[in-house]
């Protein structure tokens, strides 16, 4: 498989993982909520907050639109959901499971997309990361 000069279209869906890992994270503040020797207001105070917080998350996440990015490799930029242009910073993180891209919009500002291995299919994990590896090794760093 080689990767060209080509664009290459992914789409990112929700990340069950995501989700699991955030619900294992509520599930050991409660428990540790229920451990800990506090007065009864202050658990049920760090209760409350904590079932809050994890209603935001689950509705965040049910809500979470699939984002469209196009990665343009000969020009070295990218589009996300198809009206925002970014260029890629110096360094990106790419392992096996996990690629996490440094973008900068065209207004300066400083983005980041983590992609886990399961919001994308195999095929387009694989070249995504080929692509950023590819990259990194070109002339300009």
Known sequence: MTSTGSPVEITLNPSPIFAVAQCGLIGVVLLLAIMLPLLLWAKLLLLI???????VWL????????????????????????????????????SRYLI??????????????VIPRDV???????LLRRLLIQRRAGPNE
């Open 49 to 55: 907050i904590t079932l809050l917080v994890a209603a």
């Open 59 to 94: 509705m965040q996440w049910r809500r979470a639109e699939p984002e469209s990015i196009i990665f343009r490799p000969s020009t070295d930029d990218c589009v996300i959901n198809r009206d925002q242009r970014c260029h890629f910073r110096s360094r990106q993180f790419v």
């Open 100 to 113: 996490i891209i440094y973008l900068t919009t065209e207004a300066g500002h400083r983005i980041s997309r």
């Open 120 to 126: 994308l299919s195999d095929y387009q994990h694989r």
